[in-house]
Structure formats: C-alpha cells, structure tokens
C-alpha cells in the first residue's frame, strides 16, 4: 500500500510503500503531551520503506522500555510525525494523524492502558496492555 503525509503546514512531508505491521494507540503520558491530547494513534511500517522530505527536528528521551524514543516533529508547525524508537529498530511509527488518507485505520492494540484516561473506553476487540507488549 501506498502512504503519504504532511504535517500541519506542509514543510515536512513523508511517503512510504508498504502495508502496516501494526497499527496501535498508545496512552502514555509522554504520548499525550506530545499529542496534546488523550493518546496517539501510530501506524508502524518497516524503516526501509519511508522516506522522510525535509528538514524535521528531533527531541530524544527514554521510551517506556528504557530505551531511546527520537521523535521526530516538524520545526515549524510543531506536528509529530513519526517516532525511532530503539526497541524497533527495523521500524518507524508514524502518526497517523499526518497520514493523508486515514481510512485504513483499525488499532488493534492499545499500550499503557494504566495511563489511559478514564472517560476513553478501551474495546475488548483489541489487545490491551497496561504497559508496552513484553
């Protein structure tokens, strides 16, 4: 499949040729400040199908597992964009929100349920985890 995005202003625009190994939600609190809001929403590709256009900047800082999380956002308009997390090496979780087309969109797994909010219901048709998946 193919995808494409942008964030909010245009500067930064990606594309990638691949299907989705996963698409999840996760509610860490780390994702919800960088969201600005109750979780993010991610579409995880292999690495070596997305093509980043333009210049992003990249905040780094431990992900749940203890590792790196370099997530990268656009300079300008401040969208995130897609996340290097080291415990995925092969992969790059982009934001959904970014994507231009979103109708594929089904998550399937949510992580860091414990720090989900409480007026957001978690389906039992996914895989929930009170953390990052073992």
Excluded at 73 to 97: K, N, Q, T, W
Aim: aromatic share 6%.
């Amino acid at each position: 499949m193919k995808m494409a995005g942008k964030c909010l202003c245009g500067n930064l625009t990606y594309s990638a040729d691949a299907d989705p190994v996963l698409v999840c939600v996760c509610h860490c609190k780390d994702c919800q400040r960088q969201a600005g809001t109750a979780f993010a929403t991610l579409v995880i590709i292999p690495r070596n199908t997305f093509k980043l256009n333009g210049e992003s900047k990249i905040y780094t800082q431990p992900g749940g597992s203890g590792q790196p999380l370099k997530r990268h956002f656009c300079p300008d308009c401040g969208s995130p964009i897609a996340i290097d997390a080291a415990v995925l090496p092969e992969m790059v979780l982009l934001a959904a929100g970014t994507l231009d087309d979103t109708s594929f969109i089904r998550p399937t797994r949510n992580i860091f349920c414990n720090s989900a909010q409480s007026w957001v219901p978690l389906t039992q048709d996914t895989q929930n985890f009170p953390l990052g998946p073992s």
